[in-house]
């Protein structure tokens, strides 16, 4: 029986001189305990060592595979080939199926095998003469280290560096565009203050000051390439009465140098832009599809590179960009921040402030996992990032209509992922709520209270009078007639006596006409 082992330095075939120590698996350790053991067990038949790295490195990845390298198939013809009797022991059931069909030999795999590779592996030193334990060492963690590589396939297209310095060079160009533009609309501002209120868009701004020049060319140029209609008319009808200063055409020129490199700038950002969106999705497609290029890129940059990003942990690729925030939380025992980068997201975005915390956590969840498989994983599609957002989406709508569904049995089948639609309640603003002052004062509303209470009291005892007035007028009407009448009676003969008496003196005069007019009143009362 022969054996194929492979090891970093080369391929190795053993002879098997005693094959029925072979049959007895348990104890097969025993026979390898020393190297002299080990030599009278197997025996080295031919070594075929490795050139350099590469192709070790091409040997190992087809084994990996389970292919048949052209070096093994050249030694196998060589060597094996003598001995086609025998059997071929190999570690790989897969190899061994492809040596058996290309090149008819009979290959064996069994726990037997298994335990002898064990025992060669253990004595390896002994076995193989001239190849000495640090050069075996530096072999293996070479092999290692470009095996590794290779397994994340670190090609030209996998670079993160050029995302980080793709990032950087957009944010620095967004700062000087905003730097220059503020200055170029200064500057014009003394000539034509009315154009900057009129076009907001700071590239037309730029492109329409470079066209016209001096404000007194407005009227005779045409700018319909640059501005609708409506407010080329208005930026007419502004330069005939615009209260700007004159200025030479140095200072006009000056201001014209300034907007092509604006105008310049502005083009190559948006070049940029696309090719960082094309390298994100070469890179990190997953990712790219769950929190945007921007956010996407701005976590690589952050973390260094995308195996760094991979490393961390969700709870901080959900902090990443606050740490001067959660640090100063810690130190002072508040409140830690809930997000740092991932902020910018728009599935966070898109949320209500009740909700942002939640979002942003799930969020971080579901990203650490995109970053792990865009890492780590050999596929290059975005199927798991779609996947991953759509759970997000729909926890998202969850939360916004505060409904708490249970799905189990046949319900799961029903249930349905619709596409997520943010419905943004329009309030209007309530202008009562600026004034901190009272509308009316407290004095004013007590006397007003008051009024309304003694009108509702008065309201109510006319009511009262009125109804006892009826009720007496339908029940005594004859009665009443009769006490007018006796009263009447009672006063003729009253004013009879009085006549007949004889004058008195005219303070009595008084006092008695004062009685008659409080029996009057008196009387009226009782009427």
């Not at 034509?192 to 009227?219: H, Q, W």
């Not at 498989?373 to 199927?383: C, F, H, K, Q, R």
């Not at 109510?460 to 007035?469: R, V």
Request: aromatic share 4%; with cysteine.
């Amino acid at each position: 029986m022969l054996v194929l082992f492979e090891t970093a330095a080369g391929y190795a075939i053993f002879k098997v001189l005693n094959e029925k120590k072979l049959q007895e698996v348990d104890s097969l350790w025993k026979e390898f305990e020393t190297p002299e053991k080990a030599n009278k067990i197997v025996k080295l038949k031919h070594f075929e060592k490795f050139q350099d790295t590469t192709e070790a490195l091409a040997a190992s990845t087809a084994l990996v595979e389970g292919k048949l390298s052209k070096n093994l198939k050249k030694i196998l013809k060589k060597i094996v080939a003598k001995d086609a009797h025998e059997q071929l022991a190999v570690a790989d059931a897969k190899l061994g199926g492809v040596i058996k069909d290309k090149l008819n030999l009979s290959c064996i795999h069994s726990p037997m095998v298994i335990e002898l590779m064990r025992g060669i592996r253990s004595q390896i030193e002994g076995l193989i003469t001239g190849l000495p334990s640090r050069e075996m060492a530096a072999m293996c963690l070479g092999l290692a280290h470009s095996l590794s590589r290779y397994k994340l396939k670190f090609s030209p297209d996998k670079v993160d560096t050029m995302i980080i310095q793709a990032i950087s060079l957009l944010d620095d160009l967004d700062k000087e565009l905003n730097n220059y533009i503020m200055r170029c609309r200064e500057w014009y501002g003394w000539h034509f203050p009315e154009l900057g209120k009129i076009i907001t868009d700071n590239l037309m701004y730029c492109k329409c000051v470079r066209k016209v020049g001096d404000r007194s060319n407005f009227a005779s140029s045409d700018v319909s390439d640059i501005l609708p209609e409506e407010i080329e008319e208005d930026v007419k009808a502004a330069a005939e009465i615009s209260m700007g200063t004159e200025v030479s055409e140095e200072d006009i020129n000056n201001i014209i140098h300034l907007c092509d490199q604006v105008i310049e700038i502005s083009e190559y950002r948006t070049q940029l832009y696309d090719y960082l969106k094309n390298r994100m999705m070469a890179i990190a497609p997953n990712l790219t599809v769950m929190v945007g290029e921007l956010v996407g890129a701005r976590l690589i940059a952050h973390a260094g590179s995308l195996l760094n990003l991979a490393k961390h942990p969700a709870s901080t690729v959900q902090l990443l960009g606050a740490e001067k925030a959660l640090f100063r939380a810690l130190k002072t025992k508040r409140d830690t921040p809930k997000f740092g980068l991932i902020y910018h997201a728009s599935l966070v975005g898109q949320t209500n402030t009740k909700n942002k915390g939640k979002i942003s956590r799930m969020l971080a969840a579901k990203t650490a996992l995109t970053i792990r498989y865009d890492a780590l994983g050999e596929d290059t599609s975005a199927e798991m990032g779609a996947e991953n957002r759509l759970k997000v989406e729909t926890r998202l709508r969850l939360l916004e209509e505060r409904g708490i569904r249970r799905i189990s049995g046949t319900g799961k089948a029903l249930a349905r992922t619709d596409k997520y639609q943010n419905k943004s309640e329009i309030k209007i603003f309530d202008p009562s709520g600026d004034s901190t002052l009272p509308a009316v004062s407290k004095k004013r509303k007590i006397q007003e209270v008051e009024e309304q209470e003694t009108e509702v009291a008065v309201k109510a005892k006319k009511f009262k009078a009125e109804m006892k007035e009826e009720t007496t007028v339908e029940d005594d009407g004859p009665v009443k007639k009769k006490k007018k009448k006796k009263d009447k009676e009672k006063q003729a003969e009253e004013e009879e006596v009085l006549s007949e008496e004889p004058p008195t003196s005219p303070a009595v005069e008084n006092t008695e006409k004062k009685k008659k007019k409080k029996k009057k009143m008196k009387d009226e009362g009782e009427d």
